[in-house]
């Protein structure tokens, strides 16, 4: 009996982490979607030394904002998908 209820409980879990694990990946794909392009072609190839003499305040653009977002929500979903394999 004590197995069951244990069996129910993992099973609440990892349908909990599975729900958070969706979550995640729909808001890496947001970030990433939202995100602008690094370089607009030819132009930005030319244009490329100004970019990075201009860049002093680029952590503080909404570009910068989520490129970071990005990252931390990756790595949050990288951490789910270890722990569901380990759960399985």
Wanted: overall charge positive; aromatic content about 6%; charged content about 15%.
């Amino acid at each position: 009996m004590k197995s069951l209820e244990v069996m129910e409980s993992m099973n609440g879990l990892i349908i909990f982490i599975t729900i958070l694990q969706l979550l995640c990946g729909l808001a890496v794909i947001l970030a990433v979607l939202f995100q602008s392009g690094k370089s607009a072609g030819l132009s930005g190839a030319i244009g490329g030394m100004a970019d990075t003499f201009m860049s002093k305040g680029k952590a503080k653009t909404f570009d910068a904002k989520l490129a970071k977002a990005t990252k931390w929500i990756g790595a949050v979903f990288i951490v789910l998908t270890l722990i569901l394999n380990v759960l399985h």
